[in-house]
């Protein structure tokens, strides 16, 4: 939670001055190859044909939705992108039901009614017919949600298998192909920009995988339904941040839909 609160506010940070989905591949590139040497080093062992198919089919996800994830931030204010973003986890908790058989009670179902709401709230703008920026922002934030959290069910297979070393690694690689192609696209308007923030781009990398990991090695010995809400919890780090040090201010409605999206989010940790 802490990692990716960080690294969203990060992020924010560095995508109004470069590309954001070069952004996205160099971070998460030069962030991966800590894990290369983790698992070149204790899981050399061959995944079967199944656990690699898997592995690197949900890298082509995670490549769509961290693409549309920063090219969101890029376009939006962290403080209600991160927020919508955050509700994959109302869906990986249904796949979880639906797919994996865990049990939701009430309280759980009410706090899933709570981060709707929110959402709801968060994504209101009255600023006339035209779409702009920000709108779109948010509906490419709630559509990588719906796929991020459609993708966690991936990931726990991946993840629950005897090589998950070597399963997360071939996540990773999958993901940085897929991203390589639109990353290269237009990348020389900005090259002068990257060569400045290559450093930023290394710490957000080495952040970010990190945090992924942590959650990665959570879904392999816990429930989907426990352990993502914990972890998409981090918008309340984002939003702090956000509003401390890029002073970011939203309408006190967003405020409300904010507030009903983390504390949803935290209530369904604590219950679960």
């Not at 990398?205 to 992924?212: E, M, T, Y």
Request: overall charge positive.
């Amino acid at each position: 939670m802490l990692g990716f609160g960080v690294a969203d506010f990060t992020a924010k940070t560095m995508l109004t001055r470069t590309n954001a989905i070069f952004t996205a591949f160099i971070s998460q590139s030069i962030g991966s190859l800590l894990y290369l040497g983790a698992a070149l080093a204790y899981d050399r062992a061959y995944p079967s044909a199944s656990l690699a198919g898997l592995a690197l089919f949900s890298g082509v996800i995670s490549g769509v939705v961290i693409c549309a994830y920063y090219l969101a931030l890029s376009m939006g204010k962290a403080s209600l992108v991160a927020p919508i973003f955050s509700c994959l986890t109302v869906v990986a908790v249904a796949l979880s039901i639906l797919i994996l058989r865990e049990s939701l009670t009430p309280l759980q179902l009410s706090s899933i009614v709570i981060v709707f709401v929110g959402i709801m709230l968060v994504a209101f703008e009255r600023e006339g017919r035209k779409i702009s920026p920000r709108k779109l922002s948010l509906a490419l934030a709630l559509s990588a949600s719906i796929l991020g959290g459609a993708n966690l069910i991936l990931q726990k297979w991946v993840a629950e298998s005897g090589h998950y070393l070597m399963g997360f690694l071939l996540t990773r690689i999958s993901m940085s192909a897929s991203m390589t192609p639109l990353a290269m696209h237009g990348q020389e308007t900005h090259s002068i920009r990257v060569q400045g923030n290559l450093f930023k781009m290394a710490l957000l990398g080495l952040i970010d995988v990190s945090a992924f990991f942590a959650w990665y090695l959570g879904l392999r010995i816990g429930q989907v339904s426990i352990v993502t809400p914990i972890a998409t919890s981090s918008p309340a780090v984002t939003v702090l941040l956000a509003h401390v040090f890029l002073r970011e201010r939203v309408r006190s409605y967003q405020q409300i839909g904010i507030i009903a999206i983390i504390f949803g989010i935290v209530l369904l940790s604590a219950i679960s």
